[in-house]
């Protein structure tokens, strides 16, 4: 079993950068690709980011491409996303997901382990 908690949420204008963190316990990270998905009332949970569990692979979003970095540190057992140039559209809720494999996944039904999530509020 792993464990994620996601932290760094919070409430930014346009523009502003944010850092998500997700820390996993329970088991080593190394071995577990990892995802960053968000959700708000009005949409389904949607892919944002990917990252193999080598970190030699990543994958975006179309909308977040170019703004957003997903990156991850085994020894801290802990993946990142690096938002910057918030816009409104990206307010939601940003979950870390994580599963044993080799490669990159972005549809949410392939991972085994979630986080609680972590509120994102961009203003204009």
């Known amino acids: 079993q792993v464990q994620l908690v996601e932290s760094g949420g919070g409430l930014v204008q346009a523009g502003d950068s944010l850092r998500l963190s997700c820390v996993a316990s329970?088991?080593?990270?190394?071995?577990?690709?990892m995802g960053w998905f968000r959700q708000t009332t009005e949409k389904e949970r949607e892919f944002v980011a990917a990252i193999s569990w080598s970190g030699g692979s990543t994958g975006y979003a179309d909308s977040v491409k170019g703004r957003f970095t997903i990156s991850r540190d085994d020894a801290k057992n802990t993946g990142y996303l690096q938002m910057n140039s918030l816009k409104p559209e990206d307010t939601a809720v940003y979950y870390c997901?994580?599963?044993?494999?080799?490669?990159?996944?972005?549809?949410?039904?392939?991972?085994?382990?979630w986080g609680q999530g972590t509120q994102v509020t961009v203003s204009s």
């Open positions: 329970g088991r080593t990270f190394s071995g577990y690709a």
């Open positions: 997901a994580a599963r044993l494999g080799t490669g990159i996944y972005v549809f949410r039904q392939f991972y085994d382990y």
